[in-house]
């Protein structure tokens, strides 16, 4: 089971993506895997910042605290990822959160932006669901169980 090794609490994943069914398929595949994990969703680029800074309606932090890692598609409405990306790294308290690429793309300029703006890892979503639950035992065997994440909620000032 993968948890937060120094809370034995669930990691919290926030996940930016405009399709639905993505998000469905992905929460599904994190619970089939096991995955003790707290998913969020937004579904475009301004609300995944607007979620991040806490503004308004995601103001109250208490009840949308800071992901330990962000799950983000690229093409996504009002704001894509490539921006939101690179709007992430310039707040100084939001760099330390792990952001994976999870995207259609597979465009070499794709995952060369994705990687200059900073992202951790970049994925190209597979197509089968299968393919989907592989991808979340990987991201939860390597981001939740073995890398030391930060938990931004539990400092006093971020």
């Not at 998913?39 to 309606?57: A, C, K, S, T």
């Not at 208490?62 to 704001?79: A, C, F, G, S, V």
Request: charged fraction near 25%.
């Amino acid at each position: 089971m993968n948890n937060n090794r120094h809370t034995n609490r669930p990691a919290r994943i926030l996940m930016a993506d405009d399709d639905q069914d993505d998000c469905l398929l992905t929460r599904e595949a994190f619970e089939e895997s096991q995955t003790a994990t707290e998913l969020d969703f937004v579904h475009d680029g301004e609300q995944l910042m607007n979620y991040l800074l806490h503004r308004p309606p995601f103001d109250d932090a208490k009840k949308y605290p800071l992901p330990e890692l962000i799950l983000m598609d690229l093409n996504m409405p009002r704001m894509d990822g490539r921006e939101a990306l690179n709007e992430i790294k310039q707040h100084l308290h939001l760099r330390c959160i792990p952001v994976i690429v999870l995207t259609t793309s597979s465009s070499e300029q794709d995952i060369v932006r994705s990687y200059t703006c900073g992202a951790n890892s970049f994925i190209t979503k597979p197509v089968t669901y299968s393919g989907l639950i592989d991808i979340a035992n990987l991201v939860s065997s390597y981001w939740l169980n073995l890398v030391e994440l930060a938990n931004l909620n539990e400092l006093p000032e971020v």
